[in-house]
């Protein structure tokens, strides 16, 4: 191989995540990949929402996670578009820099409050395939608004509907816990899916976010990092702690460990 081919070998190396083995296989390179951590607001105190959004922001966040729901897809109800679309001015680092808004859909139907998310300023749309009549009619309709549509696996749901959509797609969330319910501790089969789908974004090429969400915390992180996650979906484990910095920094030591 030519000085070129070996630094364009290096560059895809480092591009894409992956190191070549002496076999010439490549295996995952966790730790080469750019980590998000994403606060779920719902953890948050709603009574001054707009000054903890800044403040998570300040502590090192990467995104901001939105879960809503509407008691009937899950049991339980959160919050609206009207919300979305007061925090996104709120949603900026103190150098002025927009910090994407990531809106977990756990409602049925989907098209409806996915337009409007959309409208309200959400940067990514995630919901659950199960809700939807028509999974790429909604994928279609998100993309059309000009945000980045995602898919949600719930803990015991399967992974086949991404054979016809994963091309479609700017995320897939993995959920750890149940949805919708207190009290849940992270469920490890979600490594196993979560190695699986990392599997199937490698294989398909496109820049997808692989998100998980659910139970996360700093002693757990580096094992679902490992698994293939990139983005993770914190809430008490953040908003439930004395400093917002001190757990987001100790959860990128671990990533970084």
Not at 232 to 238: D, K, R, T, Y
Request: aromatic share 6%; glycine share 10%; hydrophobic share 45%.
């Amino acid at each position: 191989m030519g000085v070129l081919g070996q630094i364009l070998g290096l560059y895809v190396d480092v591009k894409l995540g992956l190191r070549h083995g002496a076999n010439g296989n490549c295996d995952n390179a966790a730790m080469s990949r750019t980590y998000r951590i994403a606060p779920s607001i719902l953890s948050a105190d709603f009574a001054r929402l707009g000054e903890e959004v800044r403040s998570v922001i300040d502590a090192g966040a990467d995104w901001i996670h939105f879960d809503v729901m509407d008691n009937h897809y899950v049991p339980n109800l959160t919050f609206g578009p009207m919300v979305c679309q007061a925090l996104k001015p709120h949603a900026v680092t103190a150098g002025g820099v927009a910090v994407p808004i990531d809106v977990h859909l756990m409602v049925q139907p989907v098209d409806a409050l996915a337009a409007a998310f959309a409208q309200a300023g959400a940067d990514y749309i995630s919901f659950h395939p199960d809700a939807a009549q028509h999974v790429h009619r909604s994928i279609q309709a998100i993309a059309a608004q000009g945000v980045k549509p995602g898919l949600v696996f719930n803990p015991a749901e399967p992974l086949d509907v991404l054979d016809w959509v994963i091309e479609d797609i700017d995320l897939i969330l993995i959920m750890s816990v149940n949805p919708g319910f207190g009290g849940q501790s992270f469920i490890d089969s979600a490594l196993r899916k979560i190695e699986a789908v990392r599997k199937r974004i490698d294989a398909c090429g496109k820049d997808i976010r692989l998100e998980v969400d659910g139970g996360i915390k700093e002693n757990n992180i580096r094992r679902v990092a490992d698994a293939g996650a990139d983005t993770f979906v914190a809430g008490s484990a953040i908003f439930g702690q004395p400093t917002y910095q001190g757990v987001i920094s100790a959860m990128r030591a671990a990533l970084a460990a």
